[in-house]
């Protein structure tokens, strides 16, 4: 996702501290219910929703770059993923799900180790996808950055 301005980079970087401050989500806006956590690493930011907040079991990542626009201005180009300590959680998962899954096949059922990685593809794709409605209520605080 890509969130254009017409701030430079420097001031992007500052709106972005501001704008993502915790004290923006402490009860007194609209996002009262999407607590966030907000990191910036120099040009790398990081947006996070805390998913006791959010109702979510894995919570979205947002990651993104800062950097300068040809035509004047900058930008923010970024991807979803999700956190590493989810990714560590899923991995587990995964080790004693293919534990599981051998122990089917050494028994001699195929087709129930077949259906058990149809399963666990399916699991894996819930996780790992970001839906709509949760990438538009990032994009709104990013949006409210870039204005």
């Known amino acids: 996702m890509v969130f254009k301005s017409d701030h430079d980079v420097n001031t992007l970087k500052e709106r972005w501290d501001d704008k993502t401050a915790f004290k923006n989500f402490a009860g007194g806006d609209d996002y009262l219910d999407n607590v966030f956590i907000s990191r910036r690493y ?15 079991l894995f919570g979205a ?7 300068c626009k040809k035509d004047g201005g900058s930008k923010i180009t970024g991807f979803f993923g999700i956190s590493l300590t989810d990714l560590i959680i899923t991995a587990a998962f995964y ?53």
């Open 42 to 56: 120099g040009s790398i930011v990081c947006l996070k929703s805390k998913p006791l907040s959010a109702h979510n």
């Open 61 to 67: 990542v947002y990651w993104g770059i800062i950097h």
């Open 95 to 147: 080790l004693l799900y293919g534990t599981i899954t051998r122990t089917v096949l050494e028994r001699g059922d195929e087709s129930g180790a077949y259906w058990m990685i149809v399963i666990a593809a399916a699991i894996l794709f819930f996780i790992l996808f970001t839906s709509p409605k949760t990438k538009r209520k990032y994009a709104e605080v990013i949006n409210r950055v870039v204005k």
